[in-house]
């Protein structure tokens, strides 16, 4: 069946721009997962959903960063005034439910680069 | 703080076995040990995880030792297309996030 998927894959945007990153997850996955890597890391968790609520937003850097999943499916990343430091890609990540016994299925993620 | 230690890299033999070990010797009793695999470009793979048993699927084996403090993934025949990024994880049962480290560069030669 189909992954996650992930749109764009690529984004180039300037310094004070707005973006939006969008994930389709695996269809009947209701936790959905949102990570960034910065080049030669690990992923870095952002946000998770359950359902269409945000249950932990704690990994977000700061309040330019906000994400979405109104139907409990699609979610959508949303970045404010883009820094340089935004820099890095952004993967998705999706379970049929929360917890260990629920692997965690990623995108092939969004490289987001500011200029 | 890093609750896994891996080495940065190794390098493997193509057909040979790989044996990528992980140090957790601060592991809790209700922890797993998984491990996630990123090959270049792609987002992160699970394999396999285990809480203190021996696992083995389709993937990998995974021996963990008796005091669970380490752990050795084992890739039993590795090919060209096993070259990436491997990452250890500790994790509680019902905790949902994935902590990754640096992870060990796997790179399988020909």
């Known amino acids: 069946g189909a992954g996650v998927s992930q749109t764009p894959s690529n984004k180039v945007t300037e310094k004070g721009k707005y973006v939006e990153l969008r994930c389709d997850p695996i269809?009947?996955?209701?936790?959905l997962y949102w990570y960034r890597q910065s080049l030669g890391q690990g992923p870095e968790f952002l946000i998770y959903?359950?359902?269409?609520?945000?249950?932990?937003d704690s990994g977000l850097p700061n309040d330019r960063f906000f994400a979405v999943r109104p139907e409990g499916s699609v979610s959508t990343l949303k970045i404010q005034r883009t820094e340089r430091g935004d820099s890095a890609v952004y993967l998705c990540?999706?379970?049929?439910?929360?917890?260990?016994?629920?692997?965690?299925?990623f995108g092939p993620g969004t490289r987001l680069t500011v200029t | 703080d890093a609750k896994t230690t891996q080495p940065p890299s190794m390098d493997c033999a193509e057909g040979r076995a790989a044996n990528l070990p992980c140090n957790h010797s601060?592991?809790?009793?209700?922890?797993?040990v998984y491990w996630y695999r990123q090959i270049h470009s792609q987002g992160p793979q699970y394999i396999i995880h285990g809480l203190k048993n021996n696992e083995t699927n389709e993937m990998a084996s995974l021996i963990i030792t008796e005091d669970r403090k380490s752990s050795t993934l084992i890739l039993p025949h590795a090919t060209l297309r096993d070259t990436a990024v491997y990452y250890c994880i500790v994790r509680v049962s019902d905790d949902y996030k994935l902590s990754f480290g640096a992870g060990t560069t796997v790179t399988v030669r020909a």
């Open positions: 990540a999706s379970s049929l439910n929360s917890g260990r016994a629920y692997e965690q299925y």
């Open positions: 601060t592991i809790s009793g209700n922890e797993y």
């Open positions: 959903f359950q359902g269409t609520g945000a249950a932990d």
């Open positions: 269809s009947g996955h209701t936790a």
